[in-house]
């Protein structure tokens, strides 16, 4: 069974650096493709980007300029860094595999973790 | 971007009613096209994927059509669990950009 989880910091300050982790188990990162997804009231759910398990990577254009997703599949996991984080930034965080086959849909996602950016 | 929009925005039914939920994009994304589920503080669930196959597990109660531009989720006999929130998203280019939900409440 293949499971994502999401770790990092909860609560950051304006224009701080949001570093989250995706730890999977039940699959390897260098096997699929792999996501990041936020959810806000504001903006509804939003794609932020996705990396190959070659390294390569693709961003949303709002972000790109702030963006991070990188991979370690030696210890098996992915992250995300988001600089000078505002409080349009504040919302849930989600990492997800791109199914293979799946043309490019999540199908499996981990829990979820808040970010919240407040001073 | 692609502009996703689906309607409607919430609907009311009854255990056992037919919903059809509708997604439209602003350009064709062929049939780069997939359905979430969605309940309260919980992830998004893959239903539908390249807008017409059944995810692995999901009941065939849950069925996908349409390309180009317009998609239509169809639950064929509504349960209990189906009430949530229902997202369609494309992925058919960068961003990949995901409707503004519809909400399924029962009646």
């Given at each position: 069974?293949?499971?994502?989880?999401?770790?990092?910091?909860?609560?950051?300050?304006?224009?701080?650096?949001?570093?989250?982790?995706?730890?999977?188990?039940?699959?390897?990162?260098?096997?699929?493709?792999?996501?990041?997804?936020?959810?806000?009231?504001?903006?509804?759910?939003?794609?932020?980007?996705?990396?190959?398990?070659?390294?390569?990577?693709?961003?949303?254009?709002?972000?790109?300029?702030?963006?991070?997703?990188?991979?370690?599949?030696?210890?098996?996991?992915?992250?995300?860094?988001?600089?000078?984080?505002?409080?349009?930034?504040?919302?849930?965080?989600?990492?997800?595999?791109?199914?293979?086959g799946h043309y490019d849909a999540c199908d499996v996602w981990g829990q979820g973790t808040k970010v919240i950016v407040s001073s | 971007d692609i502009q996703m929009t689906q309607s409607p925005s919430s609907v009311s039914a009854s255990v056992g009613d037919r919903v059809a939920i509708t997604c439209r994009a602003s350009q064709g994304v062929s049939t780069w096209l997939a359905w979430y589920q969605q309940k309260p503080g919980t992830a998004p669930k893959l239903l539908i994927y390249g807008a017409s196959s059944l995810q692995s597990g999901v009941p065939s109660r849950f069925s996908g059509s349409g390309s180009g531009t317009e998609f239509t989720l169809t639950i064929s006999s509504l349960q209990p669990e189906d009430f949530a929130t229902y997202y369609c998203q494309q992925t058919n280019s960068f961003p990949n950009t995901f409707g503004q939900g519809t909400k399924l409440e029962i009646k």
């Open positions: 069974q293949v499971q994502l989880q999401e770790s990092g910091p909860g609560l950051l300050k304006p224009s701080e650096t949001l570093s989250l982790t995706c730890s999977v188990s039940g699959a390897s990162t260098s096997t699929y493709y792999w996501s990041w997804i936020r959810q806000s009231p504001e903006k509804g759910l939003e794609w932020i980007g996705h990396i190959y398990n070659s390294g390569d990577t693709n961003y949303n254009p709002s972000l790109k300029r702030r963006v991070t997703i990188s991979i370690d599949t030696s210890k098996n996991q992915f992250s995300l860094r988001l600089n000078s984080v505002t409080a349009a930034d504040t919302a849930v965080y989600y990492c997800a595999r791109v199914g293979s | -």
